[in-house]
């Protein structure tokens, strides 16, 4: 059976709907950086999304082929996930002017993929965008799970922001960013039904 991060990892990728302080260790990402409404159609953002999954599946079903990964095991492509800021502000996110959103839109890549590994599927794939292999190492962070419009997600981020508070944490965004990960797919799920994991950096 294919190893499914969300799975596996549940802390990570299927947090409570109430807040809670995590760690999160260092993982690697295929990503794509960019700027604009993420809802332009033809836009920027959903390009960047289809180079995301031509490389992560070029990886995944490379045992077809004759690029040999060491420790490859079958596994499930990872959720989408994005970092997001506007210029000048990581932690007050204006969803009132999504044109002025700065973001990275990455996947999750299996650990044992490595740099060459990357280098080789980006070839593969004929990808013509800058893409990075881009490694995040996160830390501690405040986590939920929220259901519903991401234009609603401002209540659950003032929620989490309260909870942090009340552990005795306070915002840390000097290197790190706003972060979430979508587990529902918007084009097959009614909007009061979407399920993202909201993570935003503390100390």
Request: with cysteine; charged share 30%.
């Amino acid at each position: 059976m294919a190893f499914d991060y969300k799975k596996e990892y549940k802390e990570f990728y299927l947090p409570p709907k109430n807040p809670g302080i995590i760690e999160i260790p260092e993982m690697n990402y295929v990503a794509v950086r960019g700027t604009g409404d993420p809802n332009e159609e033809n836009g920027e953002y959903k390009k960047a999304i289809g180079l995301l999954y031509g490389i992560s599946f070029t990886i995944k079903m490379s045992y077809k082929g004759s690029h040999s990964i060491e420790g490859y095991f079958s596994y499930v492509v990872p959720p989408l996930e994005g970092l997001w800021w506007q210029e000048g502000s990581r932690e007050c996110i204006d969803y009132g002017h999504k044109d002025a959103f700065q973001w990275i839109t990455m996947i999750r890549l299996p650990d044992f993929v490595k740099k060459g590994d990357f280098e080789w599927a980006v070839k593969e794939a004929s990808a013509k965008k800058k893409m990075d292999f881009f490694t995040y190492e996160e830390g501690i962070c405040v986590q939920c799970m929220h259901t519903g419009s991401y234009d609603s997600e401002m209540e659950t981020i003032q929620k989490m922001k309260k909870y942090a508070s009340d552990q005795g944490y306070e915002p840390d965004y000097s290197h790190r960013f706003h972060h979430e990960i979508y587990l529902s797919d918007p084009r097959r799920t009614a909007v009061e039904k979407l399920r993202t994991v909201i993570r935003n950096p503390v100390r």
